[in-house]
Structures are given as C-alpha cells and as structure tokens.
C-alpha cells in the first residue's frame, strides 16, 4: 500500500518499512521550537536536570515581546538561563527575536523531510515546506526535550488539489478561508496540498494555508517539495534534508478539488472558521473600529508590502484603527528597507515591533467592549483579542486593509 508525505515521513522517523491511519507512531524530533509561553506560565516549564541534544533546540520569545509584565519578565529571564544552563546556540532573544513559526521558517529550521515539534497549536505552518510538525501539550514537549522523541497517532488524509489561478485581490487566504467554510473541520486528518495551483503559489502563501489550517483543526498540513521549496530554500536551509514525496498509489480517505479561479474574497464571521466563512459581498459595510495585520499567518514582508501598496497616498479611516506587525525583526528591517514602514505610518498605522501580542489577546491593542475588528491574525472565538463582547471578522490583508481605508468592511477589489 502506497503511503503519503505524513506517512513518509513518520515511517522513515520511526524505522519502519510503512504506516497506516490509526497507527501509534514513535519517532525522533529533528527540531525542537521552544517559545516563552511556557517559561512564564509557572509549571509549564520547569527546568530539566538535561536535555537530548541542545543543538536541536531553537528557542524564540514571541508571546510577550517586550515583557508587558513582571511576570512576564521574569519568564524571560528563566527562558534566557535555561538557554545559558545547556548552551543552546540557536537562541533568538530581544532584537533577534520573531514569531516561532515565522523564524523557524525564514532561518532555514523547518525542512523537508524533518520532524518539528512544539508546544504552539499553529506549529502546523512548518508543513509549507514540506516539514512535518503539529502542536504538542506542554508536558509532552518537556518529554521531547528531556527525551528527544514523541509519539503521534496517525489519522487518514485529505488529499486537496487546487485547479487555475487566483484572480486578482483574491489570495491564498481566501483559499483556506473557502475550504473551512465549505467543508468545515479536519479534526483528527491531516491535509496534502496538491495541483498546479500548488505550483504557482509562492511559499508565503503556502505558510499561510499550512498556518491557518489549525483553524479547520488539521493534525498535519503538508505540501509537497517542489521548485518553489527549493528556491525558497537555497542560502538558508540549516543543515541536509531529504524531501519526502507521495507514494503514487499513496491512500486517501477523500480529494477536494477547488477551483482558485471562481474565488473570490472570504471573510470569517465571528466565533469559528469551520461553516463560518461568506463572500465578502455579505458583509460590505459592516463598520469596525480596529483592522489588524500581523501574526504567524499574514505577517510576511510580501503582507507588507501589500498593505503599503494599497495604503499609498491614502489615509486611514477617521475613527478607525490599524495596527501592522512584523512576524520577525528581520522583516520589520526589511520593511523600513524598502520604504513600506514610511508609507503605512504616513497613513495613520501603528507599526509595532515583531510579537504575537495582539493576535493572542495579550498585548498591543487589545479589544474594549462591543468593539468590531477585521484582522488577518490566526483565530476570532469569543475573547480572543480582548473584550469577549468584541466582534472578530477574518479576511486577508488586502480586504483588512481595504476595510481600515474606508473605516467598514470593504471588498478589496473595490478600492
């Protein structure tokens, strides 16, 4: 029986000739992501006496960058002796910090063929670059640092194949966005992207739909490697790898086919992704009082740059509030490089330095009462940027943008 990517490459990990859904796997972990939630959220990180391999720990603060807390801060601080204590060298404190998910994936960490385990639910992003990995709970990850392991229970795959080519002001965003609210939840399966609309997809695109499939509650979410992996690869993978590829008779519990061409901009009502998600058309109009760019879904350079392309000799809304974050340092330089930090602060945005702050209700603009936001970050369940009385709509940086221009909802295509 022939096997796909996931099944590849738990079986390679695991030392067997082959693995099938419903199978528990036992596999080692080629990289080990270590965020600051765990070190200041007390007990969930306790100090080990060792670890398995400290060279395959990458430890990133992103959650509260910088500490909004003396609790916070205090995390950080055992975050930076835990890192001096096993002499982890791949360690990106204050300055060099980033998104986990971003960082792991423009430093070269996640690559094909490897296992990447951490403790953050969107760690799923990795599959982009055809790079298993999904979250673990925070007692398992201490069990695969301690241990250098994990075990997995395998479910069965979808197999989705894209057709055509986006048109124009419809993004990758919208792809993920239309299969949730289309097809709803992926509990327990996994997700293989295939399709000449695969193809023609750059990888920032890629990361957003791998990113945001925690939404439609995928186990993996993978890609297969092909001349955009490698280009995108070329200078800044870490170490060697070995693509993993599907087996042509490889099984799979079910393929859906979409069609990118009769797309047009998704925007999630509030609550949940899963049978949530309208043309945009039914929404137009909807007032908000904040928009919001950023997060380890939609906060790449080429986001940016779209949101200053569209910004450009424009203002933002009267009443209305837009807050742009980085997913790393290293974009937040390469966005003043090129000139787009200029254009959106000309505009009226609030530019912050690289966290997940907003998108995780912890810092950086927060929500009040009845307040009404379209963001392209992660999730909009109830109380999740703020006030749980808050309304959170979801769309892609073209339509949040669009939207804070003309202070409502707003379909990109209109501007």
Excluded at 116 to 132: E, P, Q, R, V
Excluded at 165 to 192: K, M, Q, S, T
Excluded at 244 to 257: G, H, K, L
Excluded at 314 to 336: D, K
């Amino acid at each position: 029986m022939g096997m796909t990517i996931a099944e590849k490459i738990l079986a390679q990990h695991s030392g067997q000739t082959e693995v099938k859904p419903g199978d528990v796997v036992v596999v080692g972990v080629d990289v080990i992501l270590d965020l600051d939630l765990g070190f200041i959220i007390q007990g969930l990180h306790p100090m080990p006496t060792r670890v398995a391999d400290p060279d395959k720990i990458v430890i990133i603060p992103d959650h509260f960058m910088p500490a909004p807390s003396t609790e916070a801060a205090n995390g950080l601080k055992r975050m930076r002796q835990f890192a001096e204590k096993f002499g982890i060298k791949n360690f990106f404190p204050e300055g060099a910090h980033g998104i986990g998910h971003v960082v792991v994936a423009e430093r070269g960490f996640a690559l094909p063929g490897k296992i990447l385990a951490c403790s953050d639910s969107h760690t799923c992003s990795a599959g982009a670059i055809n790079c298993l990995a999904r979250g673990l709970g925070g007692a398992e990850m201490m069990y695969v640092i301690c241990k250098g392991q994990t075990w997995y229970m395998l479910g069965p795959t979808t197999k989705i194949v894209l057709e055509g080519e986006l048109p124009e002001r419809v993004y990758a965003r919208d792809v993920i966005h239309f299969l949730g609210g289309e097809y709803g939840d992926f509990a327990n399966r996994n997700l293989e992207w295939h399709g000449e609309g695969v193809h023609s997809m750059a990888m920032p695109g890629r990361l957003t739909i791998t990113t945001m499939s925690a939404e439609v509650s995928a186990e993996f979410s993978i890609f297969p490697y092909d001349a955009v992996t490698e280009a995108y690869l070329d200078g800044r993978a870490q170490t060697s790898f070995e693509p993993a590829a599907p087996d042509p008779d490889a099984t799979y519990e079910d393929t859906i086919t979409i069609d990118l061409g009769a797309l047009e901009p998704q925007v999630v009502l509030p609550g949940r992704v899963p049978h949530n998600v309208v043309g945009i058309r039914e929404v137009t109009g909807t007032k908000i009082d904040q928009a919001f760019v950023g997060s380890c879904a939609n906060g790449r350079l080429e986001d940016i740059a779209l949101v200053a392309e569209m910004l450009k000799g424009r203002q933002i809304a009267s009443g209305t509030r837009f807050i742009v974050t980085p997913g790393s340092q290293n974009i937040f330089r390469e966005a003043v490089n090129a000139g787009y930090v200029e254009t959106l602060l000309a505009a009226g945005v609030l530019f912050t330095n690289s966290t997940c702050g907003l998108c995780y209700g912890g810092h950086m603009g927060l929500l009040a009462d009845e307040e009404v936001c379209i963001t392209s970050s992660t999730r909009n369940f109830k109380g999740r940027m703020g006030s749980t009385t808050a309304k959170i709509y979801m769309g892609s940086p073209a339509a949040v943008t669009a939207s804070a221009i003309k202070g409502v909802i707003t379909d990109p295509r209109d501007l």
